[in-house]
């Protein structure tokens, strides 16, 4: 009950300020990025020490697919903020001459933002980026399941942002049904399909907008044109990054046999160069993040199948070597449920057009998908046949690192985007405006809308609305206006006169 009060307050608070408009004026959100940047410059050390105490997360892990992607994020952000915030002026026609109209995006109001614990700190803190630059205020909540980053969080936000508008909560469910009772105006979630569907049965209250960002299978197709040894490294290594405990990790393999044979061999080679004879004991493997997830991918490697490569592992350590599991069966647990650590299965067909049936008769759209093939004709079939929320072609995983491209699921793998710009738009609201013209001359143009009507009336305003488009080359520029000032006036004399 007190939790429930505390936030209340908290919500409030933020609220307030939204509507004073404290978190509108460019300023605002241009120094909050900039602390948001230098609060990853002067903390690089706490959160790679946050992320070892939580999962073994190697240094390079985290320099590069956190505090680096973080950093990238936020100046893009702070270098594009005046742009995105411009009002879209739009080109006027025939319809509307004397008038002007504009895109103009505005903040939502308060927003939540639900993490996962795989990749505690970008996950969190990337979705805050673009919610402040968007002019929102944020609750953030991370995962509990990651503490230590948690905890790293919740000191550092309220050190560098301004807490009027910005604050951190510390918690699993429970506070997460307990914010769920306020209102909010966005909900950005990260994490699994079934705790999303219980997020969105809690946003129903409100009929709060949400984006969900989920995992799923990300299928891997293979097919017998490509360098079997730059592709098994390109899986190995998407499938090793924090041992397969990454949404968009390739889950499995779609091959024929004989391409499964020539795959397990170029992976064993890839693993031994990387992580030497016993990999257990290689630096720049991470561990499974607690005892159930450890115990869950466990059960999933001894669910169906046979071990092709790997398959050792240590629950002292939560160590579970990367593995490769041959053939399996479509119903096995394996293929069916989303494996989210260091296992890869591998499942035959015969054939391309085999491959992409296999796909799109899964129950749940791909969160990525990865096609390895030098034909051209087959990487446009598996673009244009298929669905998936990103896709590559010959590698794993690289899109998520370029700025520029939307991030986001379909169907059961999420909805919503972001990723720069993306980010931004996901937590604006585009208010459509018209600006019309207030002028005496102005309301001659429109009046054939005045009653009473007239035959000729509808006509001349069938035609205004009916084949406006077909004169969209007339744009109404200071010349234009005159033009239809003058044009206006004759019409409007003449409709008078009937
Ligand atoms: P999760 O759904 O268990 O937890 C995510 C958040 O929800 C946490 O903050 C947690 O406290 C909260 N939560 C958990 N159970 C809840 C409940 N019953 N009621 C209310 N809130 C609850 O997910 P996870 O285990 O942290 O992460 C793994 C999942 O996230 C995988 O499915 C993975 O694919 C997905 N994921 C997706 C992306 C993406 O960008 N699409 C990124 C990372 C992880």
């Known amino acids: 009950m007190a939790t429930n009060r505390k936030f209340k307050e908290l919500i409030h608070r933020h609220r307030t300020h939204f509507l004073a408009h404290k978190t509108r004026p460019y300023s605002f959100r241009l120094n909050q990025l900039k602390n948001l940047l230098k609060l990853y410059e002067e903390n690089n050390d706490l959160i790679l020490s946050s992320l070892k105490n939580d999962m073994n997360k190697s240094k390079l892990e985290a320099y590069l697919y956190e505090v680096d992607f973080m ?17 879209t002026k739009l080109k006027m026609n025939l319809l509307m001459p004397m008038d002007d109209a504009g895109i103009v995006g505005e903040p939502e109001g308060v927003v939540l933002i639900l993490s996962p614990w795989n990749y505690p700190f970008q996950l969190t803190l990337i979705p805050l ?27 550092l936000i309220p050190r560098y942002l301004d807490t009027d508008c910005y604050s951190v909560v510390e918690g699993g469910p429970d506070v997460v049904g307990a914010l769920l009772e306020e209102k909010f105006d966005h909900i950005f979630y990260t994490g699994s399909f ?32 490509v360098d079997v040894t730059m592709a098994a490294k390109r899986i190995m290594w998407g499938k090793c990054i924090n ?30 160069e990387w992580y030497g004879p016993d990999w257990k004991k290689a630096e720049d493997l991470a561990r499974i993040v607690n005892l159930r997830h450890f115990h869950r991918v466990k059960d999933l490697l001894l669910s169906g199948g046979e071990v092709g490569l790997g398959g050792k592992w240590d629950e002292e350590e939560l160590w579970i070597e990367p593995s490769v599991v041959v053939n399996v069966k479509e119903t096995d647990k394996i293929m069916t449920d989303e494996i989210f650590g260091p296992l890869l299965a591998i499942y035959n067909v015969e054939s391309e057009d085999e491959a992409i049936e296999f796909i799109n008769s899964r129950p749940s759209k ?45 169907g059961e793998s999420g909805h919503g985007y972001y990723h720069g710009k993306f980010g931004f738009d996901e937590f604006t609201h585009f208010k459509g405006i ?20 007239s035959a000729l009336k509808i006509k001349i305003l069938s035609f205004l609305l009916c084949h406006w488009k077909k004169f969209k080359f007339i744009y109404f520029d200071y010349f234009g206006e005159i033009f239809l000032f003058l044009a206006g006036f004759f019409v409007a004399w003449w409709v008078f006169q009937l």
């Open 243 to 272: 041992v397969g405990q990454t949404c968009v990790a390739p889950d499995y393999v779609i091959c024929t046999k004989s391409m499964e044979t020539k795959f397990l061999t170029a992976a064993k080679l890839a693993m031994d």
């Open 129 to 155: 980026c673009a919610a402040i630059a968007s002019g929102n205020c944020v609750v953030i909540k991370p995962s509990e399941i990651s503490p230590h980053s948690s905890k790293t969080i919740a000191t």
């Open 434 to 453: 018209v600006y019309r013209d207030y002028s005496w001359i102005g309301d001659q143009v429109g009046i054939f809308r005045y009653p009473p009507y």
């Open 71 to 87: 950093k990238n994020d936020v100046r893009m952000a702070i270098k594009y903020l005046k742009n995105w915030m411009k009002e």
């Open 366 to 410: 791909p969160l990525c998908l990865y096609v390895f093939s030098a034909s051209k004709a087959t990487m446009k079939r598996f673009r244009d046949e298929t669905q998936s929320g990103t896709m590559a072609f010959n590698d794993t995983i690289v899109q998520f690192a370029v700025d520029e491209l939307p991030f986001g699921g379909i």
């Open 194 to 225: 079934t705790v999303a569907r219980e997020i969105h049965r809690m946003a129903n209250k409100y009929l709060t907008k949400c984006t969900f960002e989920l995992g799923g299978k990300s299928p891997v197709y293979l097919d017998s044109t």
